[in-house]
């Protein structure tokens, strides 16, 4: 069983509400070593064994913690009277934690059973808003992050980026944006959707992601073998991922099609890659309605049919479907 671990830094008065907080979020071992008080002036602890002993054994019995010990200031003493003040005491249980699409920036943010939308900035997508374009090609990032500012003031929960065009280095852009939003703490505070249609960029924005970010997007389109290296890589950086319904075959344009490549692409993650399903997030795609053209007629019907049926027979994954308008 793996254990996670709060060390050094505070004494118990000051460590237990982390201790807390941690004991009630982790799905497995906490382990608690704190120090003995903090230092005085002359750099030494003046918490004795008696009073830390009695301090951290309330975790104990609160059912905080699994393992405890000391650490700077703490003297044999000191772990002794810990050991007899515990001794007997249950361990912590280890809390079933239901499985969520837990997402951060600096901040956490939850996707559960009981969300029932959530808003995805997006006017920091060149491909999506002309203005953001115009700011990006004349290096006026500074502006460019008040377009992002001015998202989440307005209630995006995440914040998506795009740097792809052809007169720009994306890579380059993304990360020197990326490297600025994570100086403005009233922007990175929610989690960030990484956009580009190449892997490059993709990468590049996810070595510069605070938290844990959604990766927009990976598919089927370049084949299987393509899409288990994103996904490993996705996985490895810590990343939710969109997947679009596409496959060598083209773009899902029916119901069937639809479900066909998304419950493939999931058993594919989900089997083979060992990618958590509550990370997975399908865009099924709902092309041009109400066109007057006969063959687009079922488009509607079609994506909220097959996301139906993906919600009910792909556990835990998620819809997503957003389009991005030029302003």
């Known amino acids: 069983m793996a254990t996670i671990r ?78 007899d003040a515990i001794d007997g005491l249950a361990p912590r249980e280890i809390p079933e934690i239901p499985l969520e699409c837990r997402l951060s920036g600096l901040e956490a943010f939850n996707i559960g059973s009981d969300s029932l939308f959530v808003n995805i900035g997006e006017r920091a997508n060149i491909t999506g808003s002309a203005k953001f374009k115009r700011l990006i090609l004349n290096e006026e990032y500074e502006e460019a992050l008040d377009i992002c500012r001015a998202q989440v003031e307005d209630g995006a929960q995440v914040v998506d980026i795009n740097m792809d065009e052809g007169m720009l280095d994306g890579k380059v852009a993304m990360m020197r944006f990326m490297n600025l939003i994570a100086s403005e703490p009233d922007i990175s505070k929610v989690p960030i959707m990484v956009d580009s249609s190449k892997w490059n960029i993709i990468e590049a924005g996810l070595k510069c992601t605070q938290g844990k970010p959604i990766v927009n997007s990976i598919s089927l389109k370049e084949g299987k073998e393509s899409f288990v290296k994103y996904a490993h890589l996705c996985k490895r950086y810590g990343a939710a991922i ?61 994506f909220i049919e097959a996301t139906l049926e993906i919600i009910n027979t792909l556990p835990h994954a998620k819809i997503s479907k957003s389009e991005a308008k030029r302003s």
Request: overall charge negative; hydrophobic content about 40%; aromatic content about 8%.
């Open 6 to 83: 709060l060390n050094c830094a505070l004494g118990p008065d000051l460590l237990r509400q982390y201790v807390a907080e941690m004991s009630r979020v982790a799905d497995c071992f906490v382990s608690a070593h704190p120090n003995a008080g903090l230092p005085n002036e002359f750099g030494e602890y003046d918490l004795d064994a008696s009073t830390m002993s009695e301090q951290v054994s309330e975790w104990a019995t609160s059912g905080l913690v699994n393992i405890l010990g000391g650490c700077c200031g703490s003297t044999p003493e000191h772990i002794k009277a810990i050991a």
């Open 242 to 302: 969109i997947v679009m319904a596409f496959d060598e075959a083209g773009q899902a344009d029916t119901q069937a099609r639809k479900i066909e490549i998304c419950t493939n692409a999931y058993n594919i993650l989900v089997n083979e890659v060992d990618f958590p399903p509550e990370d997975i997030i399908f865009d099924p795609n709902i092309f041009a309605v109400a066109t007057g053209i006969e063959e687009h007629n079922n488009y509607g019907v079609d």
